[in-house]
């Protein structure tokens, strides 16, 4: 019963996954065939150049990893957040203050308005 179950479970994740695949590549080529041609003068695509358009910009912006990667991942945060707490008051002025040094502005601060140039 139980195998049975798994069988069942993992066949209804590939069909979602080719599913989402078949939707995603007609809604990309479909967008870029009312799109792209008037505004840029460009070729229509094939579903299949669809698909490697989604393929591509997977690779360019966000690589192979699993995930979210934009707020980093929990267990990340939990660690950073865990040893901020650890710290005592005066190691957190301590990071503060280098961190504050590290992210300084390239540029020095803009003169006051009030002050006569030399």
Same mark, same amino acid.
């Given at each position: ?8 479970? +993992? ?5 979602? +996954? ?6 995603? %590549? $007609?809604? +990309?080529?479909? !967008? &870029? ?8 003068? !460009?070729?229509?695509? #094939?579903? &299949? ?10 690779? !360019? ?11 980093? $991942?929990? &267990? ?5 957040? @865990? %040893? &901020?707490?650890?710290? #005592?008051? @005066? ?18 601060? @803009?003169?006051?308005? #009030? @002050?006569?140039? $030399?």
């Amino acid at each position: 019963m139980n195998r049975r179950f798994h069988a069942r479970k +993992v066949m209804g994740i590939l069909l979602m +996954v080719i599913i989402g695949i078949l939707a995603f %590549g $007609s809604i +990309v080529m479909l !967008l &870029w065939n009312a799109l792209m041609p008037e505004i840029f003068n !460009l070729r229509q695509i #094939t579903f &299949w150049q669809a698909l490697g358009l989604l393929l591509l910009a997977k690779i !360019l912006f966000s690589g192979f990893r699993g995930g979210s990667r934009a707020f980093g $991942s929990r &267990w990340k945060r939990d660690s950073l957040r @865990e %040893g &901020w707490a650890n710290m #005592t008051p @005066e190691q957190q002025e301590k990071f503060r203050q280098e961190w504050g040094r590290r992210c300084r502005k390239p540029f020095p601060p @803009e003169p006051d308005s #009030t @002050e006569p140039k $030399s």
